[in-house]
Structures are given as C-alpha cells and as structure tokens.
C-alpha cells in the first residue's frame, strides 16, 4: 500500500513551457485535490476530484489543468509554465471520514518541487 | 467561501510551556476542522480534528477546542518537546470537500 505517489520530486521548467505532475493513489478513495503551498500562503487548492470524471475549480485554478479518468489517477497540468508558478505541489486523496458527516481526512503526497525559470 | 485566519504566524517556546494556535473562519456552514503538522521537507500530516457537533477533543499532549458561537478554533499542546517543531495548519471544510487552510504556524520549542 504506496498511499498517495507523486511525481516527478523535482523539476525546471522554462517559461513557457508545459508539464504535467503525475499524482497517483491506491487507497480507493474518490476524493483528489491538488494544493500548492508558498511561503507564508499556507496550502491553497488549485483543483479537486470527487469521483472519475468529475472535477472542480478550487482557489488558484488559473494557468493549471487537471482530468480524472480512472479512480486511481490525477494529473495537474501545467499549459505555458510561468515563474509565479515556482511552488512546491501536493497532491492529497481522502475519504468519507465518517457517514453523513461531510468530513474527509486528506492523506497527502510527498510533493513536487517545481522551479520556473 | 470560506476563509480562514491563523494567528500567530511564529511561535517560540521553552521545551515543557504550553503552546496554542488559534484560527477563525467565516463560513457558519463549516462542519469540519482538522490541523496538520509539517516537518520541514515533509508532507502535511493529520494530527488531530474536531467536528462541529464537539466542543473539544484530546489526544495526550495536544487538544483543540471548538466555538462555533465565535467561529474560531485552538490547537492546545501541552509540556512540548523539540520534536514538536513543525509547522502548524488549521483548516476548515468550506463546501463539498474544499478543504481551505490557514496560513501556518511555526512553532519552534527549545530545549
């Protein structure tokens, strides 16, 4: 049991250029967000999944997309890199914590370090 | 949508004070306030949560109290150790599974 796998750990893009950061989970759980987090911003929601082939814009989707094919997979795409996106990425999966409680326990990725030159 | 505020951005303590972090929010709606613990260079991990049918929860060293009244939230940690050093984020459920988080907290504990 991997939990949740990101890659890849590391990456420099040019500006302009586009990427994609893999997410992977193997929890069966159908909730997908993907986060970044920046110095003194806390961790802000780019996008989010609450089941395959269904997704939703969070609170910085601008310049990013995402798709939910399978269960298992989450994918962030990054269309024309630009240096404000220099940012460490998480990606996090969760479930119902409890029934008919609405809560979820994110468990997170080990997150990608992306630089934008 | 929700909005949450978390005070103060650095903490420093004495190994065995008490330390509380505090949070607001906005949204009246919100039903679900969970706090992550960030070792440097790790991932954000689960340390505790409480729901809003609860007004306080315990797990040995660390507590967090909820007021719904006043929309805001605390992260208790009890006789701190220098393995407590991280950096703190509350949050709050805003909507379906949007789960929006505070700024962070870094406490730092010397020995």
């Known amino acids: 049991n991997a939990g949740v796998t990101q890659t890849p750990k590391f990456q420099v893009l040019k500006t302009g250029q586009s990427m994609t950061l893999q997410c992977a989970q193997d929890?069966?759980?159908?909730?997908m967000s993907w986060y970044r987090q920046d110095p003194g911003m806390g961790l802000r929601l780019i996008h989010y999944?609450?089941?395959?082939?269904?997704?939703d814009q969070g609170e910085v989707p601008n310049g990013y997309n995402v798709s939910r094919s399978t269960t298992e997979d989450f994918p962030l795409r990054l269309l024309s890199a630009a240096p404000s996106q220099t940012s460490v990425y998480f990606c996090?999966?969760?479930?119902?914590?409890?029934?008919?409680?609405?809560?979820?326990?994110?468990?997170f990725g080990a997150g990608s370090r992306l630089t934008v030159l | 949508g929700e909005n949450v505020e978390q005070h103060p951005s650095t903490l420093s303590v004495q190994e065995g004070d008490s330390a509380v972090i505090k949070c607001t929010y906005s949204?009246?709606?919100?039903?679900?306030f969970p706090w992550y613990k960030q070792e440097l260079g790790k991932r954000p991990q689960l340390i505790i949560d409480?729901?809003?049918?609860?007004g306080e929860k315990k797990d040995q060293r660390i507590a967090v109290t909820l007021n719904k009244t006043a929309k805001h939230f605390s992260l208790h940690i009890t006789e701190t150790q220098p393995e407590d050093s991280a950096v703190y984020f509350c949050?709050?459920?805003?909507?379906?599974?949007?789960?929006?988080f505070g700024t962070g907290t870094r406490l730092l504990v010397s020995p």
């Open positions: 996090a999966s969760s479930y119902q914590a409890a029934s008919g409680s609405g809560a979820n326990v994110l468990t």
């Open positions: 929890m069966n759980h159908e909730y």
């Open positions: 999944s609450v089941g395959a082939g269904i997704t």
């Open positions: 949204d009246s709606a919100s039903n679900y």
């Open positions: 409480i729901r809003s049918n609860v």
């Open positions: 949050a709050a459920i805003s909507g379906f599974q949007k789960l929006v």
